[in-house]
């Protein structure tokens, strides 16, 4: 089962991806750990995605769906994968069903986590991380016992930048212009289903099972 998730920033669509790859017994793949992965190991690959990043610019579609392609090669992925964060844009999509199509292979699913922007907006204004340990927390879904304070070292509970109201549109308008283009691609194919992200996260993990079947 070939998965692909597709949503906003903030959607929810890697806890989606992380409880679907632990029911179907298939792998998480996020573009970052497959990065991070390379890196560390210094593969060829990892090299010249670092040689981007090093310089403070984004790693090219190319090299991007190269390091997808030989993570989903691996033995691991043979049942199928998850695939949150990747592709990002038009030209990763079609550079990726071009490399599935010459492994005999496609898309199974695009799952489509819909919010709506103010959702989202809300939603990650909520958001609280502390400084000394990093674990999260919501002032409304998932509250510390004491306010701004972290259960499990006492220290500070701060809103980061990222998650700010302003930082958060400025991301969504990204998404719009870049990802949500995505959704046509997927439809076209016959392959996009979309569930609503609103709902309780349980609930949406529920509506998932539903369409990808037991």
């Known amino acids: 089962m070939k998965i692909i998730m597709l949503g906003a920033p903030g959607a929810g669509k890697g806890t989606q991806a992380k409880q679907i ?5 298939i792998p ?3 573009t970052g750990d497959i990065f991070r992965a390379n890196i560390k190991e210094g593969t060829e690959l990892g090299k010249k995605a670092k040689a981007f990043m090093d310089k403070g610019e984004l790693v090219p579609d190319e090299l991007t769906c190269d390091l997808v392609v030989d993570r989903i090669s691996k033995p691991d992925a043979a049942k199928g994968y998850v695939l949150d964060g990747f592709p990002r844009t038009i030209p990763q999509a079609e550079a990726l069903t071009k490399a599935l199509e010459a492994r005999g292979e496609k898309i ?3 799952i489509n986590v819909e919010v709506p ?3 989202i ?3 990650m204004g909520g958001r609280r991380a502390c400084i000394g340990c990093g674990a999260t927390y919501h002032v409304e879904f998932n509250a510390p016992k004491v306010e701004d304070v972290c259960d499990t070292c006492g220290g ?3 809103l980061r930048d990222d998650d700010k109201p302003e930082t958060v549109q400025k991301r969504l308008s990204v998404y719009h212009a870049q990802t949500q283009p995505l959704i046509d691609y997927y439809k076209k194919a016959n ?3 979309e569930v609503d992200g609103t709902q309780d996260i349980n609930v949406v993990f529920q509506d998932i099972v539903k369409i990808l079947g037991a």
């Open 108 to 110: 199974d699913y695009a």
């Open 117 to 119: 922007d103010e959702n």
């Open 191 to 193: 392959v996009l289903v």
């Open 121 to 123: 907006v809300h939603r």
């Open 156 to 158: 500070e509970l701060v």
């Open 28 to 30: 998480h793949i996020s």
């Open 21 to 25: 790859a632990a029911k179907y017994e």
